[in-house]
Nanobody, 124 residues
């Protein structure tokens, strides 16, 4: 069982930066693929980024490639999402997710555990 708690969301102007954190409980964090997803009002939950167990492999949605960076610190049981050059269309609730004993995935239904989400609002 893994519990995830996101933090770091807030209100930022377009062009600004935020860093989201996701703290995980459980001793098997280092064996979980981690992902970030986001959901805007009235829209489906969309894939943002994913990172492998070791952190050596990452993959991003085209909409955030070159602006967002996912990373993890297995010693701290934490995954991060550094978001730069933010745009109003990045406004959403951002969710951290964990996938046990498998490879990276862009599909939300393949993730086993989810955090409660953190709001990111980008003003124009």
């Amino acid at each position: 069982q893994v519990q995830l708690v996101e933090s770091g969301g807030g209100l930022v102007q377009a062009g600004g930066s935020l860093r989201l954190s996701c703290a995980a409980s459980g001793r098997t964090f280092s064996r979980h693929v981690m992902g970030w997803f986001r959901q805007a009002p009235g829209k489906e939950r969309d894939f943002v980024a994913t990172i492998s167990w070791s952190g050596s492999s990452t993959y991003y949605a085209d909409s955030v490639k070159g602006r967002f960076t996912i990373s993890r610190d297995n010693a701290k049981n934490t995954v991060y999402l550094q978001m730069n050059s933010l745009k109003p269309e990045d406004t959403a609730v951002y969710y951290c997710a964990a996938r046990a004993w498998s490879g990276t995935s862009t599909r939300a239904y393949e993730y086993d555990y989810w955090g409660q989400g953190t709001q990111v609002t980008v003003s124009s």
